[in-house]
């Protein structure tokens, strides 16, 4: 389970901060705009994400297995840029029908406002076709610097897809009988007067 | 005699066609994993699987033949 849970937060968590790089002027997944931005590039695929290039309503699709190589950095800050030490704190959640779960999260302190890194990671099967809502923000000495949310499948076909209709099949047949009526007998003269 | 389909097998159907339709939409990107409509399908279908079991136009409504009509008890014969 928490292998599990380490390959997906991975992967969504560089999803979503992949998602923040200077591009089109009007999409971006973060509020307010601009003020953090990302981008991540999926080296066996070749597939790049920015988050200036999306809208928070987009779905990014990503392989089930790669190696991203990622940056991010706040307003105004170029990669490798460091400054005063501050407290940090941020999480990247994963958005379920009823509340949501951690899948990372980050705090202490750092002089660093802008990062860079390269990740492989490798997604089990049935989250394949999943469309999941991602949100995340990032806190500067408690204080709300940036947030943004974005959708994200991971390609292929979901093998629980198989399951799902072979479950269909079952509780339709199972409806339908349960629909035909049965008869009961509540009282007949023969009860009271056998022979 | 009375008439009717088997609830306990309605409710089961159903619950079980709302966890497989859930699951359908999930797994085919249809709806988000964060959509309140994965919770409310299976309990929503589980009430009318027994609605179903009751009231499905499935097979007579009427007794098969053999049976005897509902009349009271006559001791004198």
Redesign the interface.
């Known amino acids: 389970m928490a292998a599990i849970r380490r390959a997906v937060s991975a992967a969504l968590l560089l999803t979503v901060a992949i998602c923040a790089a200077p591009g089109t002027a009007h999409a971006d997944v973060i509020t307010p705009a601009g003020a953090c931005v990302g981008s991540g590039h999926w080296v066996k695929s070749g597939q790049t994400e920015r988050s200036t290039a999306h809208q928070p309503s987009d779905v990014i699709t990503v392989p089930r297995t790669d190696t991203v190589q990622w940056a991010g950095n706040i307003k105004g800050f170029a990669l490798g840029a460091v400054g005063p030490r501050r407290p940090i704190s941020g999480e990247v959640q994963l958005d379920l029908p009823i509340g949501s779960v951690t899948i990372d999260s980050w705090g202490r302190t750092s002089v660093r406002y802008a990062n860079q890194g390269e990740h492989h990671y490798d997604l089990p099967a049935i989250l394949s076709g999943i469309k999941m809502k991602l949100h995340g923000q990032h806190r500067e000495s408690g204080r709300v610097v940036c947030s943004g949310s974005v959708f994200v499948k991971v390609k292929g076909s979901n093998p629980l897809v198989f399951g799902a209709l072979g479950l269909l099949v079952i509780s339709g047949g199972m409806l339908f009988f349960a629909g035909r009526p049965v008869f009961r007998k509540l009282w007949a003269f023969e009860d009271v007067n056998p022979g | 005699?009375?008439?009717?389909?088997?609830?306990i097998?309605?409710a089961?159907?159903?619950?079980?066609?709302g966890?497989?339709?859930s699951?359908?939409l999930?797994?085919?990107?249809r709806?988000?994993?964060?959509?309140?409509?994965?919770?409310i399908l299976p309990p929503v279908l589980f009430v009318l699987?027994i609605v179903?079991?009751f009231t499905?136009?499935?097979?007579?409504?009427k007794?098969?033949p053999g049976?005897?009509p509902?009349?009271p008890?006559?001791?004198s014969?």
């Open positions: 005699m009375r008439a009717r389909g088997r609830p097998l309605g089961l159907g159903g619950l079980l066609l966890i497989s339709l699951l359908l999930l797994t085919t990107g709806v988000a994993l964060d959509s309140k409509l994965l919770v699987g179903w079991a499905a136009p499935l097979g007579p409504r007794p098969p049976w005897r509902k009349t008890p006559d001791s014969t």
